[in-house]
């Protein structure tokens, strides 16, 4: 993870920063997916989180991650998720899944730069990324012919749960 922080801290880092993102969508089951910052917006391949000896090919998806601040103090964020809904899109690259299947499945949110993608100059195993974010998909916040857009909620921010007394 120092690469990437001491390229990003340059004036010029070389590369595009981009967003890939993993979503559970059964057990042991997930969908890769990424913005489409490529030229030829087709794929990127990165190593796997968990085992880099894996690479994971990255599908472009038309989508927008928004309102991700991160707060010291008060309620935690609640990010939206924003996808293209034009004839399913989103639906058929995850293999009929419908939009009320996702609630409460985890999304994995991974950042880096594009040169520390697989088969570019700076490939490593492990992959060099900044920290990986995890979120859940709370509700459908929006719904229309062109777009859908999730709430996510972090994994701490529990509805009804008490911690024990102390």
Do not use: C
């Not at 994971?56 to 964020?77: C, D, H, I, K, M």
């Not at 998909?137 to 709430?151: G, H, L, P, Y």
């Amino acid at each position: 993870m120092t690469d990437v922080i001491k390229d990003v801290q340059k004036q010029v880092p070389g590369s595009e920063y981009i967003e890939l993102y993993e979503l559970e969508i059964g057990t042991n089951s997930y969908a890769y997916f990424h913005s489409g910052l490529e030229a030829d917006s087709s794929t990127i391949q990165f190593r796997d989180y968990s085992s880099p000896g894996t690479v994971r090919t990255y599908t472009a998806l038309p989508l927008q991650f928004e309102n991700s601040p991160v707060n010291t103090q008060g309620s935690s964020p609640r990010p939206l998720l924003t996808v293209a809904n034009i004839l399913s899109t989103f639906s058929d690259s995850l293999g009929g899944i419908t939009n009320e299947d996702l609630l409460g499945k985890k999304l994995y949110r991974r950042t880096t730069l594009y040169k520390y993608a697989y088969g570019q100059s700076g490939d490593s195993n492990p992959p060099v990324e900044f920290p990986r974010q995890m979120w859940i998909i709370d509700r459908i916040a929006e719904k229309t012919k062109v777009f859908i857009k999730f709430e996510l909620a972090s994994p701490f921010d529990l509805a009804g749960v008490k911690l024990p007394r102390r």
